[in-house]
């Protein structure tokens, strides 16, 4: 079965640097991966869907790049702010269904 | 995009008893669905809401435990029954439209004493 691997540890950057969180999976290679923010005591938040076909994807502030040789996909988030802080979620699609798979997630600490 | 409420956002209860969750979603949607979410762990998937039939089930999860329903296109209940204090966790619905991007709600805090 897909297993997605996420940085266990916390990340802390310091405000202005570029954050990269890794997401890695071992199996197959999904149709598309997706990147959701959650904050603590709230449901997680769509932030960006790449497509297998696509080696990079970016949305304001954020990038996200995926590599399917390597499993693997980085999500950037450049000038951070504290307001970043948050647990960043990896998503992958379930081709036996409508199923989504996450990771645990990775939070992120950025101080000011 | 779709907006999704919970009711409640926290519960309290004893073992033994049941929990109904409701979860309404502002626009009609294909799919729905409920996560169980312990601290710190990953979203696991408890089953697929379909509606006018029995929802789908992920392994380890049964109807007897966690029966849901689906009498719309727009809302869902997830009960959880007799339960224990490993009931304890987040209760999260969540829903798709056209697109693959998930929109969930705020969640429910269950602690089963």
């Known amino acids: 079965s897909q297993k997605i691997e996420q940085n266990s540890e916390a990340l802390n950057i310091q405000e202005g640097k570029t954050a990269t969180l890794t997401c890695n999976y071992t199996?197959?290679?999904?149709?598309?991966l997706q990147w959701y923010r959650q904050d603590p005591g709230r449901g997680p938040v769509f932030l960006l869907l790449i497509r297998e076909n696509e080696k990079e994807k970016r949305k304001e502030r954020l990038k996200v790049t995926f590599d399917t040789t390597l499993k693997q996909s980085l999500f950037h988030i450049t000038a951070s702010q504290p307001a970043d802080s948050a647990t960043y979620l990896c998503?992958?699609?379930?081709?036996?269904?409508?199923?989504?798979?996450f990771g645990a997630g990775t939070r992120l600490f950025v101080k000011a | 995009s779709a907006v999704i409420s919970q009711k409640p956002s926290r519960d309290i209860c004893q073992r033994g008893t049941s929990l109904t969750i409701q979860c309404q979603v502002d626009?009609?949607?294909?799919?729905m669905f409920w996560y169980r979410q312990q601290p710190g762990q990953s979203l696991t998937l408890i089953a697929t809401?379909?509606?006018?039939?029995?929802?789908?089930?992920e392994s380890g999860f049964v109807i007897d435990k966690f029966p849901i329903s689906r009498p719309n296109l727009t809302f869902s209940t997830l009960t959880v029954s007799n339960m224990s204090p490993e009931d304890s966790s987040i209760y999260l619905c969540?829903?798709?439209?056209?697109?693959?991007?998930?929109?969930f709600g705020p969640g429910t805090r269950l602690l089963v004493l």
């Open positions: 809401a379909n509606q006018g039939s029995e929802a789908t089930y």
């Open positions: 969540s829903a798709t439209g056209s697109q693959e991007t998930q929109y």
């Open positions: 626009s009609q949607v294909t799919m």
């Open positions: 199996n197959y290679s999904p149709a598309y």
């Open positions: 998503a992958l699609d379930d081709p036996g269904g409508f199923k989504t798979i």
